[in-house]
């Protein structure tokens, strides 16, 4: 989708980049933390959880461990299990080829994940204690994630097909001719020249090798699953193995970069038909889930096209009847990463609500119950056989392993796989206020305070400023934006929910849409002023700090802050409206948010969107700042970056830029995040200590 997922609520976007070279096997470092205080080289150390799945008994955890060496500037994913009470762990796998999309089979007496062992991406089988190890695909264009049918006699996998034409089709006897002919829309796509897509594919498997091969979705220009976060996630088998559902965004160019519109389709596998299980449903329709007795099918959907951040709603169709049902029409919050419960009368799902991110129950008859409960997020979720497992992450703490009671709520730590780094760090303290807003309302925000904080003391305070626009502050845990780290340098941290943020009802949400520079920017202005009015609070030291949005946030404080600020620091900002408006890609996105063109004059809505735009404005800048941007950003391009620095230096204000040319709208190689963090830092303390 848009900037929404780029900032992603937590970390999961933000990966670091793994491994395909054959030395060295990156492995777990040790770390010694000397003064107690989180450093960029302790942070981008740690290891990084995720993929958690119980075993069909409820008894045993699979799950990936991803470790970073700042050194080789890669990483590398191990496969690791350990026992549901968090007894006999093991580490599986030690190889330099990072293995993927690990999955139970065989009543839990195999794992199959992927690995590029061969050359490329292929499914790899083991024996659950890492014995016995071989490979039983051999597709040439590799698999990118995969799913067995319930019987384990056929496999669902995803890879890339050619899209479009290149110019040596058109042009055979220039075939070193670099130049791209275009003559559509979304000819680029996040970070890459979209000259592949994913298709969904059925193979045969007889126990030991993967046979033929039916592309499901042949000869049709569409994605699936959905770029550019969406994966093996978007299809799902019926419990009897006879039909695949799958979610897809069939639409090309023009049409696709307007239209948010997807749905979910069946496909027989006998017949070979599909048919549009959610025709007439407008809205962005995926991650399908079949009830385990198979009478129903679950989806999150959205229901109104162009509007990619619309409440995610939990429907159900009865397959029988197609019976369609909106199970959260009477709660006004999202509902994400939904599984079945075993009975199929309830699902269990992570809701967003008020900063928090808690695993709620939702039965068939619309009731609901809250399971988890504390300042936390969790992010993922597992359930089998009466057990449940979950990651969870908060500001204080990296995402680790915990079960869940059921009824209790009760969790506990399973994976412990950054406890040893932890122990030997000054947690910083990160508190909830709820602050009332200009227009009257309750806002909360998150104050984040240093290791060691001492009352009596006064600190610089950095605003920090929410990219999406509409990605909730949560207890979340990133390594570019990372609180920790920030209170780790001495600084108070102020994160509001401004307006235009889910997790508090869809008015306040939505309020944003067509009101670029107008309420969100002065409930920033409140959440800053009114911290700054602690003691220990220095408000002749405060700075404002963003990405994506957030630094859209930054451009626009920078011209109307009445020098409140002393630095301001800028990743990835839309700087100038007009020029975003036709340099992105997903233009439902630029429509929908600011209203329309520029060009349509008789649009109240989008002349003030665009009259509000941060270009506008650099008259009146007289502030400090940083600008961060890479090249490979096409979802806001590196141009406007450099359109604000160079604006900066034209009127004589103290700038930086940091620019890199192999990034793109997040920074995902260790080397390059450390020096993010340095530059940010040094930047920082020189204006504001």
């Given at each position: 989708m848009s900037i929404l997922t780029s900032v992603l609520v937590g970390s999961c976007a933000q990966d670091i980049k793994e491994t395909e070279d054959i030395n060295p096997i990156i492995k777990r470092p040790e770390i010694k933390v000397s003064n107690g205080l989180l450093t960029p080289e302790i942070l981008y150390s740690l290891a990084r959880v995720s993929d958690a799945k119980l075993s069909s008994d409820g008894q045993k955890i699979l799950y990936g461990v991803s470790f970073s060496s700042i050194e080789e500037n890669k990483g590398n994913r191990e496969l690791f299990i350990v026992n549901v009470d968090g007894t006999e762990k093991k580490q599986l796998t030690n190889t330099a080829k990072s293995e993927q999309n690990a999955v139970w089979l065989q009543n839990d007496h195999e794992i199959a994940f992927l690995s590029n062992e061969s050359g490329n991406s292929q499914i790899w089988v083991m024996n659950v204690d890492g014995t016995n190890r071989h490979q039983i695909s051999n597709y040439e264009s590799g698999i990118n994630g995969f799913i067995f049918s319930p019987d384990e006699k056929r496999i669902l996998f995803i890879s890339d097909i050619k899209y479009g034409k290149r110019t040596s089709d058109i042009y055979p006897d220039l075939p070193k001719a670099t130049g791209r002919i275009v003559d559509d829309l979304m000819y680029k796509h996040w970070d890459e020249w979209v000259e592949t897509i994913p298709h969904p594919f059925i193979a045969s498997f007889d126990g030991n090798k993967m046979g033929e091969v039916i592309d499901i979705m042949e000869g049709e220009p569409y994605e699936c699953p959905m770029k550019p976060m969406n994966g093996i996630e978007d299809l799902a088998w019926s419990p009897d193995g006879k039909v695949i559902a799958y979610a897809s965004h069939k639409k090309t160019g023009l049409e696709y970069s307007l239209s948010t519109n997807s749905d979910i389709y069946l496909y027989n596998v006998e017949t070979k038909q599909t048919s549009n299980l959610t025709e007439g449903m407008m809205g962005y329709d995926t991650h399908p889930v079949f009830s385990p007795d198979g009478n129903y099918i679950a989806w999150i959907s959205q229901e109104r096209d162009g509007y990619e951040s619309d409440k995610h709603r939990l429907f159900m169709a009865d397959l029988s009847s197609g019976k369609r049902e909106y199970l959260t029409s009477d709660f006004d919050y999202n509902v994400d990463d939904m599984q079945w419960n075993q009975d199929s009368r309830s699902f269990y799902t992570i809701v967003s609500k008020e900063g928090l991110k808690h695993i709620w129950q939702v039965r068939l008859d619309k009731t609901m119950r809250q399971i988890t409960t504390g300042q936390y997020d969790y992010i993922a979720l597992s359930a089998a056989a009466g057990n449940m497992i979950a990651i969870r992450q908060s500001q204080e703490y990296a995402p680790e392993i915990f079960s869940v009671n059921i009824e209790s709520g009760e969790a506990k730590e399973i994976s412990f796989e950054n406890k040893a780094v932890f122990d030997q760090l000054s947690i910083a303290k990160s508190e909830p206020r709820w602050i009332k807003t200009t227009d009257g309302k309750q806002m909360l925000v998150w104050v984040v305070y240093p290791p060691n904080f001492?009352?009596?003391?006064?600190?610089?305070?950095?605003?920090?400023?929410?990219?999406?626009?509409?990605?909730?502050?949560?207890?979340?845990?990133?390594?570019?934006?990372?609180?920790?780290?920030?209170?780790?340098?001495?600084?108070?941290?102020?994160?509001?929910?401004?307006?235009?943020?889910?997790?508090?009802?869809?008015?306040?949400?939505?309020?944003?849409?067509?009101?670029?520079?107008?309420?969100?920017?002065?409930?920033?202005?409140?959440?800053?002023?009114?911290?700054?009015?602690?003691p220990y609070a220095d408000e002749n030291h405060l700075g404002a700090v963003g990405a994506s949005y957030g630094g859209f946030s930054v451009y626009w404080l920078a011209g109307h802050h009445e020098k409140r600020f002393k630095a301001f620091v800028a990743h990835a900002g839309i700087f100038n409206l007009e020029q975003q408006y036709l340099e992105t890609e997903e233009m439902w996105f630029a429509n929908w948010d600011m209203g329309g063109p520029y060009w349509d004059k008789n649009n109240p809505v989008a002349q003030r969107t665009f009259a509000n735009s941060p270009h506008r404005?650099?008259?009146?800048?007289?502030?400090?700042?940083?600008?961060?941007?890479?090249?490979?950003?096409?979802?806001?391009?590196?141009?406007?970056?450099?359109?604000?620095?160079?604006?900066?230096?034209?009127?004589?204000?103290?700038?930086?830029?940091?620019?890199?040319?192999?990034?793109?709208?997040?920074i995902t190689q260790p080397q390059n995040g450390v020096l993010f963090q340095r530059v940010f830092f040094n930047w920082l303390d020189k204006w504001l200590k």
């Open positions: 001492d009352p009596n003391k006064k600190y610089p305070a950095l605003l920090y400023c929410q990219g999406g626009p509409q990605s909730m502050v949560s207890q979340f845990w990133s390594y570019r934006w990372n609180l920790q780290i920030m209170a780790a340098n001495d600084y108070i941290i102020v994160a509001p929910n401004r307006r235009g943020l889910p997790g508090f009802g869809q008015e306040w949400l939505e309020q944003i849409s067509g009101d670029y520079g107008g309420q969100n920017m002065k409930d920033y202005f409140t959440a800053i002023d009114e911290i700054a009015k602690e404005f650099v008259d009146k800048w007289d502030t400090p700042i940083l600008v961060t941007h890479g090249e490979l950003d096409y979802r806001i391009l590196a141009s406007q970056g450099m359109a604000a620095f160079n604006a900066a230096k034209l009127r004589g204000i103290p700038a930086e830029m940091l620019i890199f040319p192999d990034e793109n709208h997040w």
